[in-house]
């Protein structure tokens, strides 16, 4: 076969690939969870950092209490839960985990998944509903109806507010992972201007330096991003845990 064929047919691959096959995870599909793993013990090293052994307050340490603080100021009943700190805190730096390892080349990145997503998010909510129902069945059924509200109002409101609460199971997830795959593709797009400009030599001319710029800015873009992200939706589960009737 020609190089003039085989130019034609790799170019006719790069053209039917789909934006979204970078998503797509290329290895066994036994070491899916290889980066949700790594994350834990990422956890893991984070809380051995954090030990009062140390004698004097490291960075990582002084962004977790800061990041602690806010969201104890922001949590109302919630904070009477036992452990809800802690587990605020692990959700957060679990996402900023799975949200920085993703920007590394050639890795696969889960927090752009929507089963992974949904599968966290369900798991909150499931907690939330069974906390909530155990602390105070009828405190939980009141909610769904608000008070002084007349009868014949009351059925329609109590099924929309029923729709809306197992609608947050499903919104929770899609937002983050609609917003992790929008600077996903933003990255890859400007890789596809930079690549042909790498090949070539022309990454030093003007406008080459000036794409190789952006695409830093990207990339700072998205860990800034992934960290947002990562505070969301730790923000928007303490939100949920404080409507929790006691």
Known sequence: M???CVSLLLAEDMVLADAFSMFDFCGEFGLVGVPVWLTGWFGIGVVVLNLSVWAITNNVEA???SVGDVLGKLSGKGRSMYGHGLFCLSIFVYYVGLNAGSLFPYSFSVSSHFSHNLSMSLVVWMTLIIVSCVVSLDGS???FVPESLP????????LFETISIFCRSITLGA???MNVIAGKLLICIGLSFLSPLLLTGGVFSVSGLFLLVMMFVLVTW???VGLIQSFIFTFLMVMYFDEVSF
Not at 151 to 158: E, F, H, I, R
Request: one cysteine or more; charged letters at 10%.
């Open 175 to 177: 937002r983050l992972t």
């Open 63 to 65: 962004a977790l209490l």
């Open 141 to 143: 059924l009141a909610s």
């Open 151 to 158: 009868w014949m109002v009351g059925g329609p409101v109590a």
């Open 222 to 224: 998205e860990m800034v």
């Open 2 to 4: 020609s190089c003039s």
